[in-house]
């Protein structure tokens, strides 16, 4: 050991050990903090989609339904109307649906 240098003793490199852990967790905190920032950011498409497909599955059992009901049913009759309208509402609402589950499943396997 040279002039002036003294050895650490045992406390002073348990708290700077401490003092360094703690360092370290609080940036893996933030690290996961950024890291659920991102995807909360990139899943928001999925999301959204989410909220078409339940939009227009809730519209499929409401007012436009009955328009196109009372539109076709002079053409093929009142009850193949209303299964018209049906089959066409759920498919869109299916497909919006399958286009948020992509998304999403897309997103959170990363």
Do not use: C, N
């Amino acid at each position: 050991m040279a002039d002036g240098e003294r050895e650490e003793s045992i406390g002073d490199l348990v708290g700077r050990l401490a003092t360094d852990a703690r360092a370290y967790a609080e940036a893996e905190v933030g690290y996961y903090r950024a890291l659920a920032l991102q995807k909360g950011r990139e899943a928001q498409a999925g999301f959204f989609l989410a909220i078409a497909a339940l939009l227009v599955a809730i519209a499929a059992f409401v007012a436009l339904p009955v328009g196109l009901i009372l539109v076709l049913a002079p053409l093929v009759g009142p009850l193949w109307a209303t299964l018209i309208v049906v089959a066409l509402f759920l498919t869109l609402t299916g497909g919006l649906g399958l286009l948020a589950y992509m998304h999403l499943r897309k997103v959170f396997s990363k």
